[in-house]
């Protein structure tokens, strides 16, 4: 059981969009930023945006990240099939000393 | 462009000691922390250990302390994972990541670490 939390799928459709949550508490994400990545089908996973909402050159802006209190999320609109790939979210947490993932979210794109 | 490269990967027996190494280049390699991360077969990914800039400060995950090792050497721009006592629980694929939560994260094409016997 990760520190975080995330849905083990989602899915939508082409052109939709979707959102992937991260939940942690109080005591850990709810007082440090938020990283996610994608991790595309057999390839080494890659960032996707860094502290809650930043997304790095190269990154389209149809995803996007947001966080309040020990809740992240990251949304991703127009959904596209080059999007299905498994996402994380990532976060430092001081209290424990240790980098700590969430479980990861499989998106499938219907 | 970043690149790292991993090495070192392999099949070892239960209880038995394996090294991993990234060679890193593109970017300058003392000025970032380094991390280890891996990812069983078909499983998510952890976090496995971190190392500042200079050597000065290391992390690592529970599971892990007191048998994995991680070091650098700044002069061959070089990161290692010096592996003891390894478990079944161990194999994974191994990545090397460079400043992993922060602006310019990168990672590198990971190596396969198979404890069996």
């Known amino acids: 059981q990760s520190v975080l939390t995330q849905p083990p799928s989602a899915s939508g459709a082409p052109g939709q969009r979707v959102t992937i949550s991260c939940s942690g508490s109080s005591s850990n994400i709810g007082n440090y930023n938020v990283t996610w990545f994608q991790q595309l089908p057999g390839t080494a996973p890659k960032l996707l945006l860094h502290s809650n909402n930043q997304r790095p050159s190269g990154v389209p802006d149809r995803f996007s990240g947001s966080k309040s209190g020990p809740s992240a999320s990251l949304a991703i609109s127009g959904l596209q099939s080059e999007d299905e790939a498994d996402y994380y979210c990532?976060?430092?947490?001081?209290?424990?000393?240790?980098?700590?993932f969430g479980g990861g979210t499989k998106l499938t794109v219907l | 462009e970043v690149h790292l490269v991993e090495s070192g990967g392999g099949l070892v027996q239960p209880g038995g000691s394996l090294r991993v190494s990234c060679a890193a280049a593109?970017?300058?390699?003392?000025?970032?922390?380094l991390t280890w991360v891996r990812q069983a077969p078909g499983k998510g990914l952890e976090w496995v250990a971190s190392?500042?800039?200079?050597?000065?400060?290391?992390y690592y995950v529970d599971s892990v302390k007191g048998r994995f090792t991680i070091s650098r050497d700044n002069a061959k721009n070089s990161l290692f994972l010096q592996m003891s006592s390894l478990r079944v629980e161990d194999t994974a694929v191994y990545y090397c990541?460079?400043?992993?939560?922060?602006?310019?994260?990168?990672w590198g094409q990971g190596t396969l670490v198979t404890v069996s016997s």
């Open positions: 990541t460079k400043h992993l939560l922060g602006a310019t994260s990168h």
């Open positions: 593109g970017f300058t390699f003392s000025d970032y922390w």
């Open positions: 190392i500042k800039g200079d050597g000065s400060d290391k």
């Open positions: 990532a976060a430092w947490i001081a209290s424990l000393q240790a980098v700590v």
